[in-house]
């Protein structure tokens, strides 16, 4: 199984910026896309950020211009750098991953979705 552990999260003034950090763990074969999801207090949980092993990129209309999504193959480490964070901004952030623990998993699977146990940002207006 993989392991995803958010950090990064915390209080922050409107305009001001966050970097959310994602480690993987685990049984990793491989990762393909990875990404970012919120859920603001009363409300569905929406995609932020995406990114795929290759490094395409896909953002949320809300966060273009503002969310950077990075990751780090090598580590297996995700990122979202928030710059002008607004009030709305304010949820719990969690990571997802597409992976497979093996080549065997792989084969007879295809990729998983795992999920962190998320990270609050809160912004204050």
């Known amino acids: 199984q993989v392991q995803l552990v958010e950090s990064g999260g915390g209080l922050v003034q409107a305009g001001g910026s966050l970097r959310l950090s994602c480690a993987a763990s685990g049984s990793i074969f491989s990762i393909h896309t990875m990404g970012w999801y919120r859920q603001p207090p009363g409300k569905q949980r929406e995609l932020v950020a995406a990114?795929?092993?290759?490094?395409?990129?896909d953002y949320a209309d809300s966060v273009k211009g503002r969310f950077t999504i990075s990751r780090d193959n090598a580590k297996n480490m995700l990122y979202l750098e928030m710059n002008s964070l607004k009030y709305e901004d304010t949820a719990v952030y969690y990571c997802h991953a597409d992976a497979s623990g093996s080549n065997y998993d792989y084969l007879t699977a295809g990729y998983l979705e795992f999920w962190g146990q998320g990270t609050l940002v809160t912004v204050s207006s």
């Open positions: 990114i795929t092993s290759g490094g395409s990129t």
